[in-house]
């Protein structure tokens, strides 16, 4: 499998011990968003904090056609958006520890 780099940032991916360092391809992935805001929190010296969720707006830019056994990395509403087009290989990058993606987030 190829995992290919949408962000535009380098990613170090950890698995089994091993981290790998994935370059940016070049290209970065992005959609719109339009946000909700669905909460708030009490912040510093009695200001509020909003929550907000993101939500996609449209198609996603950037991303290549789908190729067999490649999985591209994009942020999360970028794979939440082509997931609404009926795309399964686009992820977000997961949790992260000392630094490494420890997996990736599937956008259903």
Known sequence: MQLVNLTGRAMAVASCGT?????PSGTVASVEV???RVGE???P???SVPILRQHPAGEPEGLPPPVPGTVYVAAE???KAALAAGRLDVFAPGPV???AVTGLV???
């Open 19 to 23: 981290v790998v360092k994935v370059q």
């Open 34 to 36: 339009t946000l909700e």
């Open 41 to 43: 929190l009490d912040g």
């Open 45 to 47: 010296a009695g200001t």
């Open 77 to 79: 509403a970028v794979a």
């Open 97 to 99: 520890l000392d630094g």
């Open 106 to 108: 599937e956008p259903w």
